[in-house]
């Protein structure tokens, strides 16, 4: 299983940025995704999360500016992020945990990470 993350660049303050996260391989089934982001110097720390169910979870910092949804049938999580502040500079990787076939192992993924720089 491969969690290939893209999207990422330099945009300027208050500026918008898309994220997409697609999952692929021997996939029985995926329960809950997420975004990550570390920063510079900084721990990795949660920006949202997805079930399968549609239940999200946000950091605080990022709530109301930043919009996290998925498309099971593609295996493929997203993040909008909207008024983009420096402070969101950091590497994004996103994270699954996925059932596999045909054993039907429950193993937990992360993908290889994708930089947004927030930036004047």
């Known amino acids: 299983v491969q969690l290939q993350a893209s999207g990422g660049g330099l945009v300027q303050p208050g500026g918008s940025l898309g994220l997409s996260c697609a999952a692929s391989g021997s996939i029985f089934s995926i329960g809950v995704m997420g975004w990550y982001r570390q920063a510079p110097g900084k721990e990795r720390e949660l920006v949202a999360t997805m079930s399968n169910r549609g239940r999200t979870n946000y950091a605080d910092s990022v709530k109301g500016r930043f919009t996290i949804s998925r498309d099971n049938a593609k295996n493929t999580l997203y993040l909008q992020m909207n008024t983009l502040k420096p402070e969101d500079t950091a590497v994004y990787y996103c994270?699954?945990?996925?059932?596999?076939?045909?054993?039907?192992?429950?193993?937990?993924?992360w993908g290889q990470g994708t930089l947004v720089t927030v930036s004047s």
């Open positions: 994270n699954a945990d996925v059932v596999e076939g045909p054993g039907l192992y429950l193993r937990n993924y």
